[in-house]
C-alpha cells in the first residue's frame, strides 16, 4: 500500500508561482512513476504531468507545458510540480498519484487527498 500526501497549495495571484510537493509512504518509491492529476470545479479530473523512475523521463499535458516542471527526489519519497506564470484556469484541486510502472499518463494505482490550487485574476 502506497500512501501520499500533498502538500504546497494556496491562493496566488495570475503569474504567480507555487511548488506542490507529494511525499510517499513506500520502501520501494524510485519504482513507482508518479503523476500530477488535476479537478476543476464541475470538470473531470486530468492528468498534468508525470515523471519516470528515474526522473530521465516526463510528459505534460500540452496546457502547462512550458509553464510547470516536475520533479522527483528518490531520497526523500517525494515528488514535485514547480508551477509558473500560473492562470486562473490553473485553479483545481490538485491530486498526486503513483503508479506500478515506469511511466503513464492514465493508469496510476495510488492516489492522494489533494491540495486546493486557487489562482485569482
Known amino acids: 500500500q502506497v500512501q501520499l500526501v500533498e502538500s504546497g497549495g494556496g491562493l496566488v495571484q495570475a503569474g504567480g508561482s507555487l511548488r506542490l510537493s507529494c511525499a510517499a509512504s513506500?520502501?520501494?518509491?524510485?519504482?513507482?512513476?508518479m503523476g500530477w492529476f488535476r479537478q476543476a470545479p464541475g470538470k473531470e479530473r486530468e492528468f498534468v504531468a508525470a515523471?519516470?523512475?528515474?526522473?530521465?523521463?516526463?510528459r505534460y499535458t500540452e496546457a502547462v507545458k512550458g509553464r510547470f516542471t516536475i520533479s522527483r527526489d528518490n531520497a526523500k519519497n517525494t515528488v514535485y510540480l514547480q508551477m509558473n506564470s500560473l492562470k486562473p484556469e490553473d485553479t483545481a484541486v490538485y491530486y498526486c498519484?503513483?503508479?506500478?510502472?515506469?511511466?503513464?499518463?492514465?493508469?496510476?494505482?495510488?492516489w492522494g487527498q489533494g491540495t486546493q490550487v486557487t489562482v485569482s485574476s
Open positions: 498519484a503513483a503508479a506500478r510502472t515506469i511511466i503513464t499518463t492514465t493508469d496510476y494505482d495510488y
Open positions: 513506500v520502501r520501494t518509491f524510485l519504482r513507482y512513476g
Open positions: 515523471i519516470s523512475w528515474s526522473g530521465g523521463n516526463t
